[in-house]
């Protein structure tokens, strides 16, 4: 007795079977054998790689490069509220409040950025400020979601896979979808960096933030690479075995895959990893040493580092800025933190000539 499954993919002399044959083929063909093989895009693009700066929980528009000079006429006053503002706020008074922050004007462009980014309006002439940005939900866990992947609720494949799986990878040796989280991982969790629906191989990559950021990167003492290749190549015989009887189980091939790719990271990863080799005016300008804008702007050169080697989207996440009131305080202690390794993020990539193929959002 056989599956429906098992029936369809059997039926090895029907039309179906060699046009589904044909398709695999011409895919094989394009992509080189692998799903993140690099691909031809559709037109031609300037861009080859992205950089996503995440910042949790959202910088307030008005107190960074959305100055409301109106607000300080209204600071304090209470909002006049119609009938559906009124249905869709809590009970309780609510009130206009000024932007902390004084703004400046930056760059030859003259862009308003908020004074207390010392750094980023260095290279304001770089930047696009876009302001049309509207979204669907105020719940943490949806919003970030939306943000990722499009949609509010978990499912679909995060913005890294889409360009993962519409373009392939330049580096086979490193994944093409790289995260570099927080200590803890954001609102939402994996899934904003999930495949969704695609195949398993286009999820993105988390490196740990401390420690060794990807654990058992080295072989244990004494087993050599032929060692390892041998072990590699019978655990790849009996899980192909397994993966036949199961057809259509991408996340099988995913995990297969995931083998030679963590073989082959083993020779790459360590010194891709060792931001030492990076002079000390490199880690001055991304601020590494001296805090607020260590462990930031480890992630900003590290992001560049991968984008160099070929990686095709990097995203890096910064802090929780869901700072409801003290905007001052607290927006003002996260701009610390990362005003200086952006700015020096978007410097280095112009020195470098990759800013010319890098979209930084």
Same mark, same amino acid.
């Given at each position: 007795m056989i599956t429906r499954r098992d029936a369809l993919y059997g039926l090895g002399t029907s039309l179906g079977s060699v046009a589904f044959s044909a398709l695999l083929a011409a895919d094989e063909k394009r992509t080189g054998g692998t799903p993140l093989s690099p691909k031809k895009p559709h037109a031609p693009t300037k861009a080859k790689a992205c950089i996503f700066l995440m910042m949790e929980g959202g910088p307030s528009h008005i107190d960074t490069f959305d100055p409301k000079p109106k607000l300080a006429d209204l600071h304090l006053k209470e909002f006049t509220r119609t009938d559906k503002m009124q249905s869709a706020m809590s009970s309780g008074k609510r009130y206009y409040v000024a932007s902390p922050f004084k703004f400046v004007k930056a760059g030859r462009c003259g862009a308003d950025v908020a004074a207390n980014w010392e750094h980023l309006g260095s290279v304001a002439d770089d930047l696009c400020f876009y302001r049309g940005c509207q979204v669907d939900s105020v719940n943490h866990p949806t919003a970030m979601y939306q943000m990722n992947t499009g949609n509010r609720f978990v499912g679909d494949p995060a913005v890294g896979s889409w360009v993962t799986y519409g373009l392939g990878s330049v580096?086979?040796?490193?994944? @093409?979808?790289?995260?570099?989280?927080?200590? #803890?991982?954001?609102?939402?969790?994996?899934?904003?960096?999930?495949?969704? =629906?695609?195949?398993?191989?286009?999820?993105?990559?988390?490196?740990?933030?401390?420690?060794?950021? +990807?654990?058992?990167? %080295?072989?244990?003492?004494?087993?050599? /690479?032929?060692?390892? $290749?041998?072990?590699?190549?019978?655990?790849?015989?009996?899980?192909? #075995?397994?993966?036949?009887? /199961?057809?259509?189980?991408?996340?099988?091939?995913?995990?297969?895959?995931?083998?030679?790719?963590? =073989?082959?990271?083993?020779?790459?990863?360590?010194?891709?990893?060792?931001?030492?080799?990076?002079?000390?005016? !490199?880690? &001055?300008?991304?601020?590494?040493?001296?805090?607020?804008?260590?462990? =930031? @702007? $480890?992630?900003?050169?590290? &992001?560049?580092?991968?984008?160099?080697?070929?990686? /095709?989207?990097?995203?890096?996440? %910064? @802090? !929780?800025?869901?700072?409801?009131?003290?905007?001052?305080?607290?927006?003002?202690?996260?701009?610390?933190?990362?005003?200086?390794? +952006? %700015?020096?993020? +978007?410097?280095?990539?112009?020195? !470098?000539?990759?800013?010319?193929?890098?979209?930084?959002?």
């Open positions: 580096n086979a040796n490193l994944p @093409g979808f790289v995260v570099l989280p927080e200590v #803890s991982h954001p609102q939402g969790g994996a899934a904003n960096w999930g495949n969704g =629906f695609l195949p398993a191989a286009f999820q993105g990559t988390p490196l740990r933030p401390k420690g060794l950021p +990807i654990l058992d990167l %080295a072989p244990p003492p004494g087993v050599t /690479r032929d060692h390892q $290749r041998a072990n590699l190549d019978l655990l790849a015989a009996l899980n192909q #075995s397994h993966a036949d009887d /199961r057809p259509g189980r991408d996340d099988l091939a995913a995990r297969m895959e995931s083998y030679e790719l963590a =073989f082959r990271m083993q020779a790459e990863v360590p010194g891709l990893l060792d931001l030492s080799k990076e002079d000390k005016k !490199t880690h &001055a300008m991304y601020g590494i040493g001296p805090e607020p804008t260590d462990a =930031f @702007g $480890r992630r900003c050169l590290l &992001a560049r580092r991968l984008v160099e080697q070929g990686v /095709r989207f990097v995203q890096l996440y %910064a @802090g !929780t800025w869901d700072s409801h009131d003290y905007i001052e305080k607290a927006h003002g202690k996260l701009v610390q933190q990362v005003d200086r390794p +952006i %700015a020096g993020l +978007i410097a280095d990539l112009k020195r !470098t000539g990759l800013l010319d193929s890098t979209l930084v959002v």
